[in-house]
């Protein structure tokens, strides 16, 4: 830059480095200002969410080759949440007509997302494999709607055992 004196040039590239800093905390204290009026404002959801005991009652139709024909099913029974990715299952389930037995998971995890839609991978005892389910948080917290994702079709809702209301 001719004809410039140096400490100008110094000046200069130094006021442009306090803008870049001030630009990049005015940035970071907006994000945290979002994520923090989102989290009031119960827009924010995680694991934590889906915290405690929650019932539960699910139908829907097993498909082949699952079972031979399709074949209607029901279910009721608890989910516990621990807050950190690791759940709980028990229930009773009638498919086809027949009581098939009372049992619990033997693994259960899940994930919550921050627009509180969420995952489920569950395993019971004597099941060819885990029973992926997909679901929504609704009802101010109070309530879960699920699907199942793999060779069924089925659907339930859950709600908080342990709420005051």
Known sequence: MAGYDSGVIRSMQSDGNLRSRVLTVILVLGLVSMVCSAQADGNYYDNESTQGDWGFSASGTILPPALPAATPAVAVGTISFDGLGECSFKDTINIGGTLVASRSSMACTYEVDTDGTGTILVT???????????F??????????????????ASGVAKRQDDDD
């Open 124 to 134: 019971f005892p004597g099941d060819p494999g885990p029973t992926p389910l997909s």
């Open 136 to 153: 929504v948080i609704v009802s101010g917290r109070k309530e879960i709607r699920f699907i199942r994702t793999d060779l069924g079709v």
